[in-house]
């Protein structure tokens, strides 16, 4: 064994690939002059009642190892908060407190996978989940959404054909991060359907299920699933609670499943603290109105930033996203979005994130996030169209 090989990590480590937002946003970090929507984070508060929860917790001294599996209180206030979205039942006995909706991801394909065994992701997706099936040494595919006339839209039978018999895990993310899409009730029931007869396991990532623009909650695996499906459903407090500092979310798995989980809970963060529980015990008993605002203020920002895009030259955004906080669109002539957005950055002031970062079926598109006030996004839209007036001809 070579010297470097000793202080080398695993080569499926070496693999991974490094966040390309993050290669846009370091070089900007500490300059106050730039407007950033690159990352997915809403810009307003965590609110109020949900801080006091978390002080009052402090203050009753919250501060010692609680249960693996969550805080009673927690988990059995989740268990039927799902229930109540999800129309049926969802047992304690599913249910497990995680460190955040990343932790969830992590524990769900650190469960299923073994090296070499073969995934499909729906794509463009946020990257992690792209990534972390790779960490374990499994094969990544990808299915890819189309950008059409109607806006992105899955083709139920490219998904299908490519989950053949002996794959282990589908992964989807809807509302989805970065396309806004979301997957249709009936094409859910299909790929159950089809996950059913073949024994392969859907980890469907919810972390954008409430910022949905035309219901309570985003059509979801857990509304259609009986207890006993190869189905893991992970989620989060960060974005509809605006607590993405907070670092806390939950995975509702098969109750078989759920001591396997508990393992890997306790050799990864033992448990979630206690005090930031308490936190998410305040957030689901009194974050509806906040939902409701956070939804609204995404949705007239969704719709402002629509308008504003379609008015500039060679842009086309699409049709608006039916969830989640962003927009993915094109523009004309983009062959290198991170050289783009370096550029934007550097010249122009203004962070958006490269459709390449979500996968090589993103490069031509950009990634605005529009958890933001409308005076902002005018900003950066001003911005956006300086640079493009200046530089008609994009990398
Ligand atoms: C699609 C998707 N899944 C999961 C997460 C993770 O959220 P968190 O780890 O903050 O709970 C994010 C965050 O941006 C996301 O966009």
Request: aromatic share 8%; charged share 15%.
């Amino acid at each position: 064994m070579t010297a470097s090989c000793i202080t080398q990590a695993r080569p499926e480590v070496r693999a991974l690939r490094s966040s390309k937002i993050r290669e846009v946003a370091n070089a900007a970090l500490g300059r106050q002059d730039v407007l950033p929507f690159w990352f997915g984070e809403p810009d307003e508060p965590t609110p109020e009642v949900v801080r006091q929860a978390a002080i009052a917790a402090l203050q009753a001294q919250q501060t010692f190892y609680v249960q693996t599996l969550g805080a009673p209180a927690l988990r059995e206030a989740l268990a039927r908060y799902l229930g109540g979205l999800h129309g049926r039942p969802v047992p304690l006995e599913s249910v497990a407190v995680t460190s955040s909706g990343t932790t969830s991801l992590m524990l769900a394909v650190q469960a299923l996978l073994n090296p070499g065994d073969r995934v499909v992701a729906v794509t463009p997706l946020w990257p992690n989940l792209v990534e972390m099936p790779k960490v374990l040494g499994a094969q990544v595919e990808t299915v890819s959404l189309a950008f059409t006339g109607s806006g992105w839209q899955l083709d139920l039978q490219r998904l299908l054909d490519a989950l053949t018999p002996g794959t282990r895990a589908l992964l989807v993310n809807s509302p989805n991060n970065p396309t806004g899409w979301a997957l249709p009730r009936a094409q859910q029931q299909a790929i159950l359907a089809h996950c059913r007869r073949h024994g392969i396991w859907i980890v469907s990532d919810d972390v954008y299920q409430r910022l949905y623009y035309a219901d309570r909650c985003a059509p979801s695996f857990l509304d259609i699933a009986d207890a006993q499906d190869r189905v893991i459903s992970c989620n989060s407090f960060s974005k509809a609670w605006l607590m993405t500092g907070w670092r806390l979310g939950w995975i509702v798995v098969p109750p078989p499943l759920l001591p396997e989980i508990s393992k890997l809970i306790e050799y990864s963060t033992t448990c979630a603290p206690p005090f930031v529980q308490s936190a998410g015990c305040a957030a689901l008993a009194h974050g509806e109105a906040t939902i409701a605002h956070t939804v609204e203020r995404l949705r007239r920002g969704r719709d402002h930033l629509q308008q504003g895009l379609q008015a500039l030259p060679g842009i086309r955004p699409g049709a608006p996203a039916a969830g989640a906080m962003y927009t993915f669109f094109r523009l004309e002539g983009l062959s290198d979005s991170l050289a783009f957005c370096q550029r934007l950055v550097a010249d122009a002031g203004l962070g958006l994130a490269p459709g390449v970062a979500f996968g090589p079926e993103g490069e031509g598109y950009l990634r605005w996030c529009y958890a933001s006030s409308t005076e902002r996004l005018d900003e950066g839209l001003r911005r956006l169209a300086r640079f493009l007036a200046a530089r008609p001809l994009v990398p």
